[in-house]
């Protein structure tokens, strides 16, 4: 196992505890189209959720739930144990829900330290802005998670992807987020950045935060998860504790194990091989 690995699967504990959020048998339709139906979902303080699934899964649908962009339209949303039905993205985020999107919401020319602050502005007499209270407090933040920016004047569009959703997972701690939503926080990065948000993820786990992790990825899922769900067309296909599953079986299910058998017999009874010169003849 890499070195990343290890340092992951030592902290990896199973925290239990009442969820602070729990989806219950939550479905959702678009008109005629039911994007999810009986997803069960508990996010635990301290737990990694995995959400894995393909393109049209329902993924995103779900964590619109969580973040208030849509309502459900079967089933329950408890919010500590209260029944919810959020009504904006600010009640998603006001219940102490951060959701944190593949396409940033940082504002790419302002500093590092003006995107942590944005909307959150501390001001002094006169509403003026006090620049060096907040500059310090994001460097102390940035650099509890271990995240090393130098400058923090520099706009936060010249940061590596990797960085960026950094600053956003610091800046939702920081104001005192319970659940860390991220929508696929490594799909557009190489092995080494994924990495650093890996470490991360773990960070805002071992901070007490209730993290649910969107991804497509089985092994950046694996390394850090605790509970594992896979959606296909909406429903659940898996739904699995860390301790009662393994990489191959979530690999398998992700790869789509007995499709890839039906698509592999489908080929044989093509029998295209191109090895054969009058293969696309046959
Ligand atoms: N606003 C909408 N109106 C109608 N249908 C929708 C809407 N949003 C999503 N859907 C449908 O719901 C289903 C689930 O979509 P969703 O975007 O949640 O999947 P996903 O797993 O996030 O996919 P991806 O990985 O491609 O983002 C799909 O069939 C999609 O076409």
């Not at 650099?143 to 950094?166: E, H, T, W």
């Not at 960070?203 to 950046?220: C, E, M, S, Y």
Request: with cysteine; net charge negative; hydrophobic share 45%.
């Amino acid at each position: 196992m890499s070195d990343l690995g290890a340092a992951l699967e030592d902290k990896t504990v199973d925290a239990g505890g009442a969820p602070i959020v729990e989806l219950i048998d939550i479905g959702k339709s678009y008109g005629n189209v039911h994007a999810l139906r009986g997803v069960d979902l508990a996010v635990r303080a301290g737990e990694v959720t995995c959400v894995l699934g393909d393109n049209g899964a329902g993924k995103s649908t779900l964590i619109k739930i969580m973040a208030g962009l849509h309502d459900y339209t079967s089933g329950r949303m408890l919010v500590e144990g209260a029944q919810t039905h959020f009504r904006s993205p600010r009640e998603s985020l006001e219940a102490g829900i951060a959701t944190v999107y593949q396409d940033l919401a940082l504002a790419p020319l302002m500093s590092v330290w003006r995107n942590f602050f944005l909307g959150k502005e501390i001001r002094g007499a006169l509403g003026l802005m006090k620049t060096d209270e907040m500059k310090r407090i994001t460097g102390d933040e940035l650099s509890k998670m271990g995240i090393v920016i130098p400058d923090l004047d520099r706009p936060v569009g010249a940061l590596s992807g990797g960085q960026k959703q950094c600053v956003a997972i610091a800046r939702a701690i920081y104001f005192g987020a319970k659940v860390i939503i991220l929508d696929e926080p490594t799909a557009a990065l190489g092995v080494k950045q994924s990495g650093v948000v890996l470490k991360y993820i773990v960070k805002a786990r071992d901070a007490g935060l209730g993290v649910v992790f969107i991804t497509h990825n089985p092994h950046h899922a694996y390394l850090v998860g605790n509970r594992f769900l896979v959606l296909k067309l909406g429903g659940v296909a898996l739904d699995k504790q860390r301790a009662d599953l393994t990489l191959d079986e979530l690999t398998a299910q992700m790869a789509g194990g007995q499709e890839l058998e039906e698509l592999s017999h489908e080929l044989r009874e093509l029998d295209t091989d191109p090895r054969r010169p009058d293969a696309d003849r046959a």
